[in-house]
């Protein structure tokens, strides 16, 4: 069979490792992997997947993504270009590309005396990934400060959401188009210096409460509802530090699992099934997964 991305071989791969591009660090490769430029190459690569009935997924900064340990058959598009990373404020609004890491957009608006954001300190991975999944805590999520998000749509073109036509809930968003461009946030004016206290002190016990070094992926699964917690639950299944192959559940925070060198993707995914029927033969919870599995 011809190559299906013969004319992208610029910034088209065959058989590309994900596992370095994924914080569990663990998974196969993708059958094709691009790395598009512009617009138009993110355009015109999709529209070929499209054509050949490749599927694709989008990556970011691969935070909350587990891949499978055979790999992906399937075109991952990496958010990465610069082209996608632009940052601009004007008064209380400030824009963004899909790509711009959610650290430094928060350093940003600080800087510019622009509170709101700085909730969201500590949570990784890319503006986009954050808009896909609501990203947030519990200060609050990231989907009431969005007054705009421009997206390319199912055939491709570039559309306008309006903040009345977007909606967020729980760890979940209905911006359900192929590809996530940029986003305007609305923020309200304020000193840097207390919006910089604000997200020093929200660092701080992020730090505590959470395994940051290890290779892991954010919560696995979502709280059933907002005063049950996932990771209470897990807690008292008496599940912290249960072990399958190379991945535990983490003794700081239940609802993270750590992979332990020479894990497998294979691992992590035994223990989520083990916490899911121990959880629900206990205390009657079906917990959901808000980590993606590819
Ligand atoms: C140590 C640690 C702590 C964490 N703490 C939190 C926390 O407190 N709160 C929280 O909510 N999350 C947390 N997470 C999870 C994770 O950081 C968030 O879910 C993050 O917003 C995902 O962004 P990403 O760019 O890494 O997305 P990825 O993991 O790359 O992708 C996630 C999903 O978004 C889609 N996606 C990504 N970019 C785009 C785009 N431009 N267009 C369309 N779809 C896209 C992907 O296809 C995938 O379905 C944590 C993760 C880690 C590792």
């Known amino acids: 069979m011809q190559h299906p991305f013969k004319e992208f071989q610029e910034f088209v791969a065959e058989n590309q490792p994900l596992a370095p591009l994924t914080w569990f660090r663990l998974g196969g490769p993708a059958a094709y992997f691009a790395r598009p430029r512009n617009i138009e190459d993110m355009r015109a690569v999709l529209s ?63 800087r510019a005396g622009l509170a709101g954001l700085e909730i969201l300190t500590g949570i990784p991975g890319t503006v986009g990934g954050a808009l896909r999944g609501n990203a947030g805590s519990r200060q609050g999520a990231i989907g ?3 007054s705009r998000v421009t997206v390319l749509d199912s055939a491709f073109e570039v559309q306008e959401r309006e903040r009345d036509d977007l909606n967020f809930v729980d760890r979940e968003s209905n911006l359900d188009e192929p590809v996530i461009l940029s986003a305007e946030f609305e923020l309200s004016q304020e000193e840097p210096e207390s919006v910089v206290r604000r997200m020093r002190r929200i660092w701080i016990v992020k730090k505590e409460n959470q395994p940051y070094g290890h290779q892991s992926s954010g919560c696995i699964f979502k709280n059933p509802s907002a005063d049950i917690s996932a990771g209470a639950l897990i807690d008292q299944a008496g599940m912290k530090g249960t072990r399958h192959g190379g991945a535990e559940v983490s003794d700081r925070h239940a609802n993270f699992i750590i992979a332990h060198p020479g894990a497998k993707a294979d691992d992590v995914l035994h223990l989520i099934d083990q916490i899911q029927q121990r959880v629900w033969q206990q205390f009657g919870y079906e917990l959901e997964l808000q980590l993606r599995i590819w």
């Open 48 to 110: 070929r997947a499209n054509e050949a009935g490749i599927p694709y997924k989008l990556l970011g900064g691969g935070t909350n993504v587990l891949v499978r340990d055979p790999g992906v058959e399937a075109l991952v598009v990496l958010m990465e270009s610069p082209h996608f990373s632009d940052v601009s404020v004007v008064e209380n609004r400030i824009k963004t590309g899909a790509a711009v890491p959610l650290t430094a957009l928060i350093s940003q608006t600080a």
């Open 144 to 146: 009431p400060f969005v």
